[in-house]
Antibody, heavy 116, light 107 residues
């Protein structure tokens, strides 16, 4: 069974970087598909942030392009989100998901609050 | 970016009712729309992809239709386990974009 699990700090200070990990079990991320980060804001709006493909290429939402980086560690079957220069508007629940036309498997989500 | 206008924001239904949610895209999305169910504290669950294809495990009381810019999602014979929020997602063009969601409540 394919499972995704997000992990990372639940509290980040403004202007710092947000770093999250998605650990995947049951499927090798280099075997296929794109691996995305998606977030849901407190008002329930959802936003696709970007993905890293099975080959390692990335694609980001232009709204975040200057602040976001998605990388991976294939030896650990993990991929990562880094979001720089966060503000309170980045407070959200962050999900990782597999994109297979479209998102079929999701993690449970991790709530991240940006606050001093 | 393609804007997805989802309505209504909330819906009140009795058990056994049929309910319909609509999403209108700001441009033709070639039927590349999916529908998700989300319950509090849980990850979204894919119900339908490519407008009307039910994902494995989706009960047949769920259905989807549409083309071009206009799409709809229905639940016939609402059951208590259907109480949740529902979102549409267009995956025709990057960046993928979601509708604002519809909260289904029991009357």
């Amino acid at each position: 069974e394919i499972q995704l699990q997000e992990s990372g700090p639940g509290l980040v200070k403004p202007s710092q970087s947000l770093s999250l990990t998605c650990s995947v079990t049951g499927y090798t991320i280099t075997s296929g598909y794109d691996w995305s980060w998606i977030r849901k804001f407190p008002g329930n709006k959802m936003e696709w942030m970007g993905y890293i493909s099975y080959s390692g290429s990335t694609n980001y939402n232009p709204s975040l392009k200057s602040r976001i980086s998605i990388t991976r560690d294939t030896s650990k079957n993990q991929f990562f989100l880094q979001l720089n220069s966060v503000t309170t508007e980045d407070t959200a629940t962050y999900y990782c998901a597999r994109e297979s036309g479209p998102f079929d498997y999701w993690g449970q989500g991790v709530m991240v609050t940006v606050s001093s | 970016d393609i804007q997805m206008t989802q309505s209504p924001p909330s819906l009140s239904a009795s058990l056994g009712d049929k309910v319909t949610i609509t999403c209108q895209a700001s441009q033709n999305i070639n039927k590349y729309i999916a529908w998700y169910q989300q319950k509090p504290g849980k990850a979204p669950r894919q119900l339908i992809r490519y407008t009307s294809t039910l994902v494995s495990g989706t009960p047949s009381r769920f259905s989807g239709s549409g083309s071009g810019r206009d799409y709809s999602f229905s639940i016939s014979n609402v059951e208590s386990e259907d109480i949740a929020s529902y979102y549409c997602l267009q995956y025709d063009n990057l960046p993928y974009t979601f509708g604002a969601g519809t909260k289904l409540e029991l009357k």
